[in-house]
């Protein structure tokens, strides 16, 4: 039989993977509650409740890590550069390999208009992954600040070329979704797929192909 939710697949990913922290370290289940809900209330879009929530976990918890970003972030949506961007530093003094805590403070210097800080960053975060979409993007945001429209278009083009992981990914989760029998879930990432493919794209044939099995069960 099928299911009626479509969505609860994608809502029910964000409790695996608490659910794992919690196997994986020894966190106390209020902890572990608070970071949930705050979670949520971010998803939500329910940016001021996250700190107060927040606010409740023990101050040297086990996913403090998680905690702090997940703050820094709900700061930067609420336009609160300065109190993302100390969040995002005390973030990495603690934990320097954390990837996407430097991606965000690039976005903090870019929203402070700090051009040369961001690219700082940025270019480091190059290094270690030249292809990734979000540096590339966020280096042509730098480049546009300063009028490099050259520089900031071939960023663009590298970072749009990630258009075709995203067909493939799309793809593969209509296919899961498709043998999983999960209603409304195949269709929607068919067309998530067709939205960013052409005529003149290799995975043309492939989303058209993707399409006729949904129509044709």
């Known amino acids: 039989m099928k299911t009626k939710n479509p969505t609860r697949p994608i809502l029910m990913l964000p409790l695996l993977s608490l659910l794992l922290i919690g196997c ?11 970071y949930a809900k705050a979670r949520a209330a ?3 879009g329910k940016f001021e409740a996250v700190d107060t929530l927040l606010e409740e976990m023990s101050p040297n918890s ?3 890590t998680q905690a702090v970003f997940l703050l820094a972030k709900s700061h930067y949506m609420q336009e609160q550069f300065q109190e993302a961007g100390n969040e995002l530093l005390k973030l990495l003094r603690r934990s320097p390999e954390h990837g996407d805590a430097r991606l965000w403070l690039a976005r ?5 208009n700090e051009p040369d800080e961001a690219e700082s960053i940025l270019r480091e975060a190059l290094l270690w992954n030249g292809e990734d979409p979000r540096v590339l993007s966020l280096m042509g945001d730098v480049q546009q600040m300063r009028g490099n ?3 900031a278009l071939d960023y663009y083009r590298r970072a749009a070329l990630f258009e075709d992981e995203l067909v ?3 793809l593969s ?4 979704y498709g043998r ?6 195949e269709e929607f990432y068919v067309e998530k797929a067709e939205s960013l493919v052409g005529e003149d794209s290799l995975f043309n044939q492939a989303v058209q192909a993707a399409r006729e099995i949904i129509t044709n069960n």
């Open 24 to 34: 994986a370290k020894d966190v106390s289940e209020a902890d572990l509650n608070s």
């Open 149 to 151: 429209i050259d520089q």
């Open 173 to 176: 989760l209509a296919a899961l």
């Open 42 to 44: 971010y998803l939500e």
């Open 62 to 64: 086990d996913i403090e």
């Open 180 to 185: 999983s029998q999960i209603t409304g879930m």
């Open 168 to 170: 493939k990914i799309y």
């Open 108 to 112: 903090v210097k870019i929203a402070q």
